[in-house]
């Protein structure tokens, strides 16, 4: 019994350390699949503006874990858009992307939402990806509580 106690009071102090260090909002960068890619690599995807059906990878290239920094700023839509800063491991994924996936499109989420497709037009090896709008308020809030704005320092580690 007494046992029993002491792993439910580790427990106890244990679970509040793991919930901090979540992130609060997602970010995720998806490649354009190849349209020969069975169900278990890719799935479709139908853009309103295009019309057209679209396959997307099902897995990330580029997640919340790769951002250090962002910078956002208020889009002439009424919404917000934002520059994200990604770390040593983010900025070579994105490099690669930018070199092999030349003339393709990249799917960017956030909070599971699609925002963006960007076209890779050029080499991007200065880790940044530019969100132009489609963040929301609540959007930019989560971002603050996960991630620090370019120009500060970085987050002291508890």
């Given at each position: 019994?007494?046992?029993?106690?002491?792993?439910?009071?580790?427990?106890?102090?244990?679970?509040?350390?793991?919930?901090?260090?979540?992130?609060?909002?997602?970010?995720?960068?998806?490649?354009?699949?190849?349209?020969?890619?069975?169900?278990?690599?890719?799935?479709?995807?139908?853009?309103?503006?295009?019309?057209?059906?679209?396959?997307?990878?099902?897995?990330?290239?580029?997640?919340?874990?790769?951002?250090?920094?962002?910078?956002?700023?208020?889009?002439q839509n009424?919404?917000?858009?934002?520059?994200?800063?990604?770390d040593e491991?983010?900025?070579?994924?994105?490099?690669?992307?930018?070199?092999?996936?030349?003339?393709?499109?990249?799917?960017?989420?956030?909070?599971?939402?699609?925002?963006?497709?960007?076209?890779?037009?050029?080499?991007?090896?200065?880790?940044?990806?530019?969100?132009?709008?489609?963040?929301?308020?609540?959007?930019?809030?989560?971002?603050?509580?996960?991630?620090?704005?370019?120009?500060?320092?970085?987050?002291?580690?508890?």
């Amino acid at each position: 019994m007494k046992t029993l106690c002491v792993i439910a009071l580790c427990l106890l102090f244990a679970l509040p350390d793991g919930f901090a260090k979540q992130r609060h909002c997602t970010f995720r960068v998806h490649a354009q699949a190849n349209q020969r890619d069975t169900e278990v690599f890719a799935t479709s995807l139908r853009p309103e503006t295009s019309g057209k059906g679209l396959s997307i990878e099902k897995m990330p290239w580029i997640s919340e874990h790769d951002v250090t920094a962002f910078s956002p700023y208020q889009a002439q839509n009424g919404t917000y858009g934002a520059l994200i800063q990604l770390d040593e491991h983010g900025r070579t994924v994105l490099d690669t992307l930018s070199v092999e996936r030349r003339g393709r499109l990249l799917f960017v989420f956030v909070n599971s939402r699609l925002i963006t497709a960007l076209q890779v037009d050029k080499r991007v090896s200065d880790g940044k990806i530019y969100i132009p709008a489609g963040l929301t308020a609540t959007d930019m809030e989560l971002m603050k509580k996960s991630w620090r704005l370019i120009g500060q320092q970085q987050r002291q580690l508890r």
